[in-house]
């Protein structure tokens, strides 16, 4: 085993997804922020931000799956934040853990997620 499977601590394994989505602090009067995915889990996503966005905070977070419907909205929780460009302009990644979604959304997020796993373990049948 590697030393990196025994420091995985997701229930879920992660897929690389670029998704179009917009996030914002819960309890400030803040606009959307448009930003991207950069992978998803059953659990949990992992997105960019221009702002440090503190562990422990809430956002709402709308996901776009492309799926000719609106997009998922649910409420996260900010697990970390980590600097991705330590030069001059600030950009961060930030990983959740899903708190909240509607019903209809959750059903929608969570069929795109097992797809999404269903496709990329297919290659290996190949």
Do not use: H
Not at 50 to 66: A, E, M, N, R, T
Request: proline residues 5%; glycine residues 4%.
């Amino acid at each position: 085993m590697t030393d990196n499977f025994l420091k995985e601590r997701r229930k879920y394994p992660r897929i690389e997804l670029n998704l179009d989505a917009k996030y914002k602090v819960l309890d400030y009067e803040q606009a959307f922020q448009f930003t991207k995915t950069q992978n998803i889990s059953a659990e949990g996503v992992c997105f960019k931000s221009c702002d440090f966005l503190k562990p422990g905070i809430f956002v709402q977070l709308d996901v776009d799956l492309k799926d000719n419907n609106p997009p998922v909205s649910m409420v996260a929780e900010i697990r970390w934040a980590e600097d991705i460009k330590p030069d001059g302009d600030k950009k961060y990644i930030n990983g959740v853990k899903i708190i909240s979604m509607p019903a209809k959304d959750e059903v929608r997020f969570l069929k795109y997620y097992c797809a999404k796993m269903v496709e990329k373990l297919s290659a290996y049948l190949k």
